[in-house]
């Protein structure tokens, strides 16, 4: 099946998905550094970072979610062959 130069260009822009800005996390750790570096709040340069630690580290814990349940599946699928 053939497709005309303005049916791929409308694919091409339907498929594709981008991300603006920076999130949550991102903008929490800006105003942070920005309160440390202003001296508005004194805490240790590891909680001022912690937005990002803690975003970082939910997400390994998702991905780890994901992969005990798939190794789990696979384990089931295998004995019942």
Known sequence: ML??????????Q???SSSSG?????A???AF????LTHVISWPWLWVLSPLWISALIAVGILIIIGLILLVA???DGKQS
């Open 22 to 26: 920076i999130g949550f996390a991102g």
């Open 14 to 16: 339907s498929s594709s």
């Open 33 to 36: 550094i920005v309160l440390k």
């Open 28 to 30: 929490l750790t800006i």
């Open 74 to 76: 696979a384990l089931i």
């Open 3 to 12: 497709r005309t130069k303005e049916q791929l260009n409308m694919a091409s």
